[in-house]
């Protein structure tokens, strides 16, 4: 079982900053590849960023690169989402996922790759 809680979202005006984070249950966290999704209202959900087990390597986005920043701390079993100079379009709920699959398999920045979800977290930015 790997429990996913995350926290941090709220409003905030267009080119602020908010941190976002997840809290995974259980001892394997140092194993997962970790990533966050986002979804806006009608639309799919979508790759944020990623991270892999050790830091090591991190992927992004498009539209978010060079604004956002994903880091993790395996000590606290927790992974963040650093977002500056939000705008609008940034808006959605936001979900922290768990990569299960094991050692050999890089980061991914696809819906399947994930196992394991979090209940989402709301980030709206406002005009």
């Known amino acids: 079982q790997v429990q996913l809680v995350e926290f941090g979202g709220g409003l905030v005006q267009a080119g602020g900053s908010l941190r976002l984070s997840c809290a995974a249950s259980?001892?394997?966290?140092?194993?997962?590849?970790m990533g966050w999704f986002r979804q806006a209202p009608g639309k799919e959900r979508e790759f944020v960023a990623a991270?892999?087990?050790?830091?090591?390597?991190?992927s992004y986005a498009d539209s978010v690169k060079g604004r956002f920043t994903i880091s993790r701390d395996n000590a606290k079993n927790t992974v963040y989402l650093q977002m500056n100079s939000l705008k609008p379009e940034d808006t959605a709920v936001y979900y922290c996922a768990a990569d299960t699959r094991g050692l050999g398999y890089g980061i991914s920045r696809q819906t399947p790759a994930y196992s394991y979800w979090g209940q989402g977290t709301q980030v709206t930015v406002s005009s």
């Open positions: 259980g001892r394997a966290f140092s194993s997962y590849g």
């Open positions: 991270i892999s087990r050790s830091s090591s390597s991190t």
